[in-house]
């Protein structure tokens, strides 16, 4: 199983950017995916997932301005982020489990993961 996010750079105070993320080795349609970021010396935290079936789930704090998005014939999972804040600064990880998850934005739940992709917005 890989993973291989791109997308992230530097953008200012109420920018877009989207990120994607690449699945390979798996079967992608059937895995749960999600979004997390970490800032150094933080905690994980996760910011989307999404079923198998299309199910989104979202942080409170990106509710309203993230969509998570897949697209199956693609082997892609999309993070689209708008009004970004400074607040949303991080290494944004991209990760997958291979069923149903409980805790979609726990780390715990997922058991591969991409390298990350950085994301810095300016004031």
């Known amino acids: 199983v890989q993973l291989v996010e791109s997308g992230g750079g530097s953008v200012q105070t109420g920018g877009s950017l989207r990120l994607s993320c690449v699945g390979s080795g798996f079967t992608f349609s059937t895995y749960a995916m999600a979004w997390f970021r970490q800032v150094p010396g933080q905690v994980r935290e996760g910011v989307a997932a999404?079923?198998?079936?299309?199910?989104?789930t979202y942080a409170d704090s990106v509710k309203d301005r993230f969509t998570i998005s897949r697209d199956n014939a693609k082997d892609t999972l999309y993070l689209d982020m708008n009004s970004l804040k400074p607040a949303d600064t991080a290494m944004y990880y991209c990760?997958?489990?291979?069923?149903?998850?409980?805790?979609?934005?726990?780390?715990?739940?997922?058991?591969?993961w991409g390298q990350g992709t950085q994301v810095t917005v300016s004031s």
């Open positions: 990760a997958a489990y291979p069923g149903p998850v409980i805790n979609r934005l726990a780390t715990w739940e997922y058991n591969y």
């Open positions: 999404v079923d198998s079936d299309g199910s989104a």
